[in-house]
């Protein structure tokens, strides 16, 4: 039984995505600290907000809501971690290993997603 969103599956996954991506990013160029290093690190952290922000919504709707708006940070994330490879800021295993969770949070998130809408109540509980 689910007491809080960090209960969830997927608020947990995406918080250690969190985390990974911190530790690549900390060694990103100096230069890079307030471009492509702070906007990753916001987008990152936007996922598993938005999670927990939505789980403690009134409304499905408004928790489907935030899912989304996560699904969505998620998909930036995806684009920035590319880039950095192209700017060769990270190297190939870690940028796969951090897109593998990207793709495996996003499963994720749909699959919740899909789940709310197929139960239909306008009202948690």
């Known amino acids: 039984m689910l007491r809080t969103y960090k209960d969830l599956?997927?608020?947990?996954?995406?918080?250690?995505l969190c985390i990974s991506v911190y530790r690549v990013t900390?060694?990103?160029?100096?230069?890079?600290?307030f471009g492509l290093t702070a906007q990753v690190r916001?987008?990152?952290?936007?996922?598993?907000?938005?999670?927990?922000?939505?789980?403690?919504?009134?409304?499905?709707?408004d928790?489907?809501?935030h899912l989304w708006i996560a699904r969505g940070s998620l998909a930036e994330v995806e684009t920035q971690l590319m880039l950095s490879r192209e700017l060769r800021m990270?190297?190939?295993p870690k940028l796969e290993a951090l897109l593998t969770d990207?793709?495996?949070?996003?499963?994720?998130?749909?699959?919740?997603?899909?789940?709310?809408?197929?139960?239909?109540?306008d009202r948690r509980g």
Request: charged share 30%.
């Open 9 to 16: 599956k997927v608020w947990r996954k995406s918080f250690n």
């Open 26 to 33: 900390a060694s990103f160029p100096p230069a890079e600290r």
């Open 42 to 61: 916001r987008a990152t952290v936007s996922v598993p907000s938005n999670i927990a922000e939505g789980y403690a919504r009134e409304t499905t709707r």
């Open 63 to 65: 928790y489907i809501r």
């Open 90 to 92: 990270v190297d190939l």
């Open 102 to 121: 990207v793709a495996e949070v996003e499963r994720m998130l749909s699959a919740l997603i899909r789940s709310l809408k197929e139960k239909g109540s």
